[in-house]
């Protein structure tokens, strides 16, 4: 099964064309980085995929499940970790990591104790998620899209708000999670980021996929021909090359 089917997928907003006939395939085991230029397309592609939002045409298969026709069935497969969205304020870490448990009907065998030690939050368990700072707010996001397990994770600026030690900690398990036979899709504007983690990249311009594969791939893309200094290229001059003009 490959885990993201894209197929002329198109999201219009009025007379904004958001995504433009988007084609893509993301297999299992890729650690897929997702980049643009602000208001290309990212975050609605990543919001269509998760079935967070319907497209105005085209398919996408996620997990093997239509996203359009089945959005909650899609949910139930995949973790999400949007980048600005936070936990209820009234509830505390431990009960909404537990109310997120309950809803998706998981046994209470210590995986939320296992997420808040993974992301140092015991001295927070119960503290109200409405006094936590952004980047504790983001722990709990994410330990939150992690309980259950699944096999294919979406993450949009997963890294935003959290400390380099945490930073460093989660980047070693989403590896470990891909070599694994888990699937990432990263949307991210830290291309630096993108270039280390991602065995493949897409760019999105303007609403259109303009490039995608592995970084030797957007190399060749990027520069038109095989030169000899193909190698000195890195992903930003690619970015730059390919969304400038």
């Known amino acids: 099964m490959i885990p993201i089917e894209a197929h002329a997928l198109t999201k219009r ?3 904004l064309t958001a995504v433009n006939n988007l084609d893509l395939e993301v297999n299992a085991g890729d650690f897929f980085g997702f980049i643009g230029p602000n208001g290309a397309g990212k975050t609605t592609t990543l ?26 069935a899609v949910k139930a497969a995949i973790g999400i970790v949007p980048e600005l969205e936070y936990p209820p304020s009234f509830l ?45 707010k983001k722990k709990t996001t994410i330990s939150a899209a992690l309980l259950h397990e699944p096999q294919m994770l979406f993450m949009d600026e997963p ?12 980047k ?3 590896i470990d999670f891909v070599k694994g036979g888990g699937t990432v899709f990263l949307s991210t504007h830290i291309l ?16 259109k ?37």
């Open 13 to 15: 907003f009025g007379e």
């Open 192 to 207: 630096e980021l993108a270039e280390k983690l991602c065995n493949r990249v897409g760019i999105i311009n303007k609403g």
């Open 92 to 136: 505390t870490v431990e009960e909404y990591l537990h109310f997120v448990a309950a809803v998706r009907g998981l046994p209470d065998d210590g995986r939320v104790d296992t997420w808040i030690e993974f992301f140092g939050l015991e001295d927070r368990r119960t503290t109200l998620c409405m006094s936590l700072s952004k980047g504790l």
């Open 172 to 174: 070693d398990w989403l």
């Open 159 to 170: 890294f935003l708000d959290l400390d380099p030690l945490i930073q460093r900690k989660l």
């Open 47 to 72: 919001q269509m995929l998760s079935g967070q939002l319907p497209p105005t045409s085209g398919t996408a298969q996620v997990m093997g499940i239509d996203a359009a026709s089945d959005p909650i």
């Open 209 to 245: 996929l303009v490039a995608v594969g592995s970084l030797r791939e957007l190399q060749s893309s990027a520069i038109g021909t095989k030169s000899a200094n193909v190698d000195s290229e890195d992903l930003e001059q690619i970015f730059v090359r390919l969304v400038s003009g």
